[in-house]
Protein backbone atom coordinates (compact mmCIF):
# COMPACT_ATOMS: atom_id res chain seq x y z
CA UNK A 1 0.00 0.00 0.00
CA UNK A 2 1.46 3.70 -0.52
CA UNK A 3 1.12 5.93 2.70
CA UNK A 4 2.91 8.82 4.40
CA UNK A 5 6.03 8.03 6.29
CA UNK A 6 8.40 9.93 8.62
CA UNK A 7 11.76 7.72 9.63
CA UNK A 8 13.72 11.09 11.14
CA UNK A 9 12.52 13.03 14.33
CA UNK A 10 15.00 15.92 13.67
CA UNK A 11 14.03 16.32 9.98
CA UNK A 12 10.71 17.53 10.72
CA UNK A 13 7.85 17.88 7.96
CA UNK A 14 11.25 17.74 6.08
CA UNK A 15 11.32 14.32 6.59
CA UNK A 16 8.09 12.89 5.21
CA UNK A 17 7.58 10.81 2.69
CA UNK A 18 5.19 8.62 0.35
CA UNK A 19 6.17 4.97 0.13
CA UNK A 20 5.19 1.85 -0.11
CA UNK A 21 4.37 -0.48 3.05
CA UNK A 22 2.99 -4.00 3.98
CA UNK A 23 -0.78 -3.79 4.27
CA UNK A 24 -1.72 -4.03 8.13
CA UNK A 25 -3.37 -6.97 9.40
CA UNK A 26 -6.04 -7.03 11.90
CA UNK A 27 -4.84 -7.97 16.28
CA UNK A 28 -7.64 -8.95 18.35
CA UNK A 29 -10.29 -6.46 18.76
CA UNK A 30 -9.29 -4.86 15.44
CA UNK A 31 -10.50 -3.82 12.11
CA UNK A 32 -8.68 -2.86 8.55
CA UNK A 33 -10.19 0.02 6.56
CA UNK A 34 -9.66 1.35 3.50
CA UNK A 35 -8.71 4.82 3.91
CA UNK A 36 -11.09 7.37 2.00
CA UNK A 37 -10.22 10.23 3.97
CA UNK A 38 -7.78 11.54 6.99
CA UNK A 39 -7.41 14.41 9.14
CA UNK A 40 -4.07 14.81 10.90
CA UNK A 41 -2.49 17.44 13.76
CA UNK A 42 0.55 19.53 12.17
CA UNK A 43 1.99 19.12 15.73
CA UNK A 44 1.83 15.10 15.80
CA UNK A 45 5.68 15.07 15.19
CA UNK A 46 6.32 16.33 18.33
CA UNK A 47 4.09 13.54 20.21
CA UNK A 48 6.11 11.05 21.65
CA UNK A 49 3.45 8.15 20.60
CA UNK A 50 4.37 8.97 16.73
CA UNK A 51 7.95 7.63 17.63
CA UNK A 52 7.85 5.10 19.91
CA UNK A 53 4.67 2.04 20.69
CA UNK A 54 3.21 1.62 24.13
CA UNK A 55 6.05 -0.11 25.65
CA UNK A 56 8.73 2.72 24.44
CA UNK A 57 10.08 0.86 21.55
CA UNK A 58 10.85 2.77 18.13
CA UNK A 59 8.61 2.00 15.56
CA UNK A 60 9.79 3.95 12.58
CA UNK A 61 9.13 4.53 10.21
CA UNK A 62 5.63 6.14 11.29
CA UNK A 63 2.54 7.02 9.59
CA UNK A 64 1.36 9.79 11.14
CA UNK A 65 -2.96 11.02 10.89
CA UNK A 66 -5.26 10.27 13.96
CA UNK A 67 -8.61 10.30 12.22
CA UNK A 68 -9.97 8.13 9.63
CA UNK A 69 -13.31 7.70 7.26
CA UNK A 70 -13.49 4.23 5.76
CA UNK A 71 -14.82 1.12 4.41
CA UNK A 72 -14.35 -1.84 6.67
CA UNK A 73 -12.06 -4.47 4.54
CA UNK A 74 -10.82 -6.87 7.75
CA UNK A 75 -11.98 -8.13 10.90
CA UNK A 76 -9.59 -9.00 13.79
CA UNK A 77 -10.68 -11.80 16.33
CA UNK A 78 -13.20 -10.99 18.56
CA UNK A 79 -14.30 -7.99 17.04
CA UNK A 80 -17.99 -6.98 17.17
CA UNK A 81 -20.53 -4.05 16.66
CA UNK A 82 -18.81 -3.82 12.64
CA UNK A 83 -19.39 -5.65 9.73
CA UNK A 84 -17.12 -6.23 6.40
CA UNK A 85 -17.78 -3.43 3.99
CA UNK A 86 -19.31 -1.04 6.54
CA UNK A 87 -18.37 2.65 6.32
CA UNK A 88 -17.13 3.94 9.74
CA UNK A 89 -15.11 6.83 11.12
CA UNK A 90 -13.79 8.00 14.18
CA UNK A 91 -9.98 8.26 15.65
CA UNK A 92 -6.61 5.48 15.47
CA UNK A 93 -4.88 4.93 17.76
CA UNK A 94 -1.98 6.91 19.25
CA UNK A 95 0.98 4.52 19.42
CA UNK A 96 0.23 2.59 16.11
CA UNK A 97 0.52 3.66 12.14
CA UNK A 98 -2.37 6.31 11.19
CA UNK A 99 -4.49 7.02 8.81
CA UNK A 100 -1.90 9.03 5.55
CA UNK A 101 -2.35 5.37 3.84
CA UNK A 102 -4.09 3.45 1.47
CA UNK A 103 -5.13 0.67 4.69
CA UNK A 104 -4.92 1.43 8.85
CA UNK A 105 -5.56 -0.74 11.72
CA UNK A 106 -7.63 0.60 14.46
CA UNK A 107 -9.24 -0.91 17.39
CA UNK A 108 -12.61 -0.99 16.91
CA UNK A 109 -14.26 0.66 20.23
CA UNK A 110 -12.60 3.94 18.25
CA UNK A 111 -14.96 3.66 15.09
CA UNK A 112 -18.79 4.20 14.94
CA UNK A 113 -21.05 3.34 11.73
CA UNK A 114 -20.66 6.61 9.17
CA UNK A 115 -24.04 7.46 7.29
CA UNK A 116 -24.67 7.07 3.87
CA UNK A 117 -25.68 10.82 3.36
CA UNK A 118 -22.37 12.02 5.18
CA UNK A 119 -19.51 12.35 2.98
CA UNK A 120 -15.73 10.84 4.05
CA UNK A 121 -14.27 14.15 3.59
CA UNK A 122 -16.63 15.65 5.76
CA UNK A 123 -16.62 12.84 8.48
CA UNK A 124 -12.87 12.22 8.36
CA UNK A 125 -12.54 16.14 10.27
CA UNK A 126 -14.85 15.27 12.82
CA UNK A 127 -13.35 12.65 15.29
CA UNK A 128 -10.56 14.45 17.33
CA UNK A 129 -12.36 17.94 16.90
CA UNK A 130 -15.85 16.88 17.90
CA UNK A 131 -14.71 14.41 20.47
CA UNK A 132 -12.35 16.73 22.07
CA UNK A 133 -14.90 19.86 22.24
CA UNK A 134 -17.52 17.55 23.67
CA UNK A 135 -15.40 16.17 26.31
CA UNK A 136 -13.60 19.48 27.62
CA UNK A 137 -16.45 21.76 27.65
CA UNK A 138 -19.27 19.05 29.25
CA UNK A 139 -16.56 16.06 30.65
CA UNK A 140 -14.67 18.18 32.42
CA UNK A 141 -15.81 21.79 32.18
CA UNK A 142 -19.23 20.45 33.01
CA UNK A 143 -20.77 23.33 31.35
CA UNK A 144 -24.31 23.79 31.41
CA UNK A 145 -27.03 26.29 30.46
CA UNK A 146 -26.74 29.79 31.53
CA UNK A 147 -23.16 29.76 31.97
CA UNK A 148 -20.55 31.66 29.98
CA UNK A 149 -17.57 29.93 28.28
CA UNK A 150 -14.59 31.31 26.89
CA UNK A 151 -13.22 29.49 24.04
CA UNK A 152 -10.04 29.58 23.07
CA UNK A 153 -8.66 29.38 19.06
CA UNK A 154 -12.56 29.89 18.33
CA UNK A 155 -12.42 29.19 14.43
CA UNK A 156 -9.94 26.44 14.74
CA UNK A 157 -10.79 22.78 14.52
CA UNK A 158 -11.88 22.15 18.52
CA UNK A 159 -12.93 25.48 19.08
CA UNK A 160 -15.43 25.62 16.05
CA UNK A 161 -17.22 22.71 16.83
CA UNK A 162 -17.19 23.97 20.70
CA UNK A 163 -18.77 27.06 20.23
CA UNK A 164 -21.36 25.26 17.85
CA UNK A 165 -21.97 22.74 20.98
CA UNK A 166 -21.74 25.38 23.65
CA UNK A 167 -24.72 27.85 22.26
CA UNK A 168 -26.63 24.65 21.83
CA UNK A 169 -26.36 23.88 25.10
CA UNK A 170 -27.37 27.44 26.06
CA UNK A 171 -24.21 28.76 27.68
CA UNK A 172 -22.70 31.80 26.60
CA UNK A 173 -20.20 32.21 24.50
CA UNK A 174 -17.00 34.28 24.65
CA UNK A 175 -14.56 33.15 21.53
CA UNK A 176 -10.88 34.48 21.27
CA UNK A 177 -8.41 34.44 18.10
CA UNK A 178 -7.16 36.20 15.81
CA UNK A 179 -8.89 39.57 13.99
CA UNK A 180 -9.99 37.54 10.57
CA UNK A 181 -11.27 34.79 12.55
CA UNK A 182 -14.14 36.88 14.36
CA UNK A 183 -17.13 36.78 11.59
CA UNK A 184 -16.87 33.10 11.49
CA UNK A 185 -16.90 32.63 15.27
CA UNK A 186 -19.73 34.86 15.64
CA UNK A 187 -21.74 33.06 12.80
CA UNK A 188 -20.89 29.67 14.10
CA UNK A 189 -23.22 31.10 17.77
CA UNK A 190 -20.54 32.95 19.50
CA UNK A 191 -21.97 36.10 21.51
CA UNK A 192 -18.98 38.23 21.62
CA UNK A 193 -15.36 37.85 20.42
CA UNK A 194 -11.88 38.97 21.34
CA UNK A 195 -8.94 39.61 19.18
CA UNK A 196 -5.61 38.11 20.73
CA UNK A 197 -3.27 40.26 18.74
CA UNK A 198 -5.37 43.73 19.39
CA UNK A 199 -7.73 43.41 22.64
CA UNK A 200 -6.81 42.15 26.09
CA UNK A 201 -7.75 39.06 27.26
CA UNK A 202 -8.86 40.24 30.56
CA UNK A 203 -11.60 42.12 28.79
CA UNK A 204 -13.53 38.70 28.59
CA UNK A 205 -14.66 39.29 32.11
CA UNK A 206 -15.31 36.60 34.85
CA UNK A 207 -16.27 33.24 33.22
CA UNK A 208 -17.68 29.70 34.11
CA UNK A 209 -15.28 27.67 32.50
CA UNK A 210 -12.41 28.18 30.04
CA UNK A 211 -11.67 25.65 27.04
CA UNK A 212 -7.63 26.60 25.64
CA UNK A 213 -6.06 25.26 23.16
CA UNK A 214 -3.16 27.59 22.74
CA UNK A 215 -1.38 26.91 25.96
CA UNK A 216 1.26 29.39 27.12
CA UNK A 217 0.88 33.00 28.08
CA UNK A 218 -2.55 32.52 26.90
CA UNK A 219 -3.94 29.48 29.44
CA UNK A 220 -1.61 31.39 32.12
CA UNK A 221 -3.77 34.54 31.97
CA UNK A 222 -6.95 32.67 31.50
CA UNK A 223 -7.18 31.62 34.91
CA UNK A 224 -7.78 34.26 36.74
CA UNK A 225 -10.51 34.73 34.85
CA UNK A 226 -12.45 31.44 36.12
CA UNK A 227 -14.80 32.32 38.97
CA UNK A 228 -15.31 30.55 42.08
CA UNK A 229 -16.39 26.95 41.41
CA UNK A 230 -15.67 26.93 37.48
CA UNK A 231 -13.05 25.28 35.40
CA UNK A 232 -10.02 25.79 33.47
CA UNK A 233 -9.30 22.90 30.49
CA UNK A 234 -6.81 23.02 28.29
CA UNK A 235 -5.70 20.34 25.87
CA UNK A 236 -2.20 22.28 24.94
CA UNK A 237 -0.72 21.81 28.27
CA UNK A 238 -1.08 20.96 32.00
CA UNK A 239 -1.84 24.22 33.92
CA UNK A 240 0.69 25.58 35.69
CA UNK A 241 -1.40 28.72 36.98
CA UNK A 242 -4.22 27.46 38.98
CA UNK A 243 -7.75 29.02 39.49
CA UNK A 244 -8.80 30.59 42.71
CA UNK A 245 -11.55 27.94 44.03
CA UNK A 246 -11.72 26.64 40.98
CA UNK A 247 -10.84 23.77 38.94
CA UNK A 248 -7.84 23.33 36.37
CA UNK A 249 -7.83 20.28 34.22
CA UNK A 250 -5.32 18.83 31.61
CA UNK A 251 -6.80 16.39 29.55
CA UNK A 252 -6.00 14.06 26.09
CA UNK A 253 -9.27 13.37 23.69
CA UNK A 254 -10.42 9.52 24.33
CA UNK A 255 -12.26 7.21 21.79
CA UNK A 256 -15.81 7.18 22.38
CA UNK A 257 -17.95 5.39 19.39
CA UNK A 258 -21.48 6.52 21.26
CA UNK A 259 -20.70 10.23 20.86
CA UNK A 260 -19.37 9.84 17.94
CA UNK A 261 -22.59 8.72 16.70
CA UNK A 262 -24.60 11.83 18.42
CA UNK A 263 -21.82 14.11 16.63
CA UNK A 264 -22.69 12.40 13.26
CA UNK A 265 -26.64 13.48 14.21
CA UNK A 266 -25.86 16.66 14.70
CA UNK A 267 -24.11 16.91 11.77
CA UNK A 268 -27.40 15.53 9.43
CA UNK A 269 -29.44 17.45 11.21
CA UNK A 270 -27.86 20.19 10.62
CA UNK A 271 -27.27 21.55 14.06
CA UNK A 272 -22.96 20.92 13.80
CA UNK A 273 -21.21 22.28 10.87
CA UNK A 274 -17.43 21.09 10.14
CA UNK A 275 -15.18 23.58 8.62
CA UNK A 276 -13.04 22.02 5.49
CA UNK A 277 -10.86 23.94 3.76
CA UNK A 278 -8.82 22.48 1.84
CA UNK A 279 -8.63 18.57 0.26
CA UNK A 280 -5.50 17.25 -1.23
CA UNK A 281 -4.43 14.21 -2.42
CA UNK A 282 -2.55 11.67 -0.47
CA UNK A 283 0.77 12.25 -2.55
CA UNK A 284 0.27 16.22 -1.40
CA UNK A 285 0.09 15.25 2.70
CA UNK A 286 3.92 15.95 3.45
CA UNK A 287 3.46 19.84 1.82
CA UNK A 288 -0.14 20.30 3.68
CA UNK A 289 1.86 19.71 6.75
CA UNK A 290 3.54 22.89 6.41
CA UNK A 291 2.77 25.19 8.98
CA UNK A 292 3.15 27.66 5.78
CA UNK A 293 0.14 26.10 4.38
CA UNK A 294 -2.98 27.12 6.68
CA UNK A 295 -6.17 27.33 5.29
CA UNK A 296 -9.62 28.56 7.23
CA UNK A 297 -10.91 25.53 8.47
CA UNK A 298 -9.23 22.02 8.34
CA UNK A 299 -7.32 20.29 5.65
CA UNK A 300 -8.33 16.58 4.49
CA UNK A 301 -6.15 13.99 3.04
CA UNK A 302 -8.55 12.28 0.33
CA UNK A 303 -6.73 8.92 -0.06
CA UNK A 304 -10.02 7.32 -2.18
CA UNK A 305 -12.70 8.18 -3.56
CA UNK A 306 -15.71 8.02 -1.87
Do not use: C
Amino acid sequence: MRAITVRDRKAGTDGLRLEDLPRPHAAENDVVLRVHAAGFTRGELDWPATWTDRAGRDRTPSVPGHEVSGVVTELGYGTTGLTVGQRVFGPTDWTRDGSLAEYVAVEARNLAPLPADIDHTTAAALPISGLTAWQGLFDHARLTAGQTVLIHGAAGGVGSIAVQLAHEAGARVVGTGRGADRDTALELGAHAFLDLETQRLEDAGQVDAVLDVIGGDVLDRSAALVRPGGTLVSIAQPPTVRPDDARAVFFVVEPDRARLADLAQRLRDGRLRVRVGSVRPLDEAPDAFSTGQRVPGRTIIRVAED
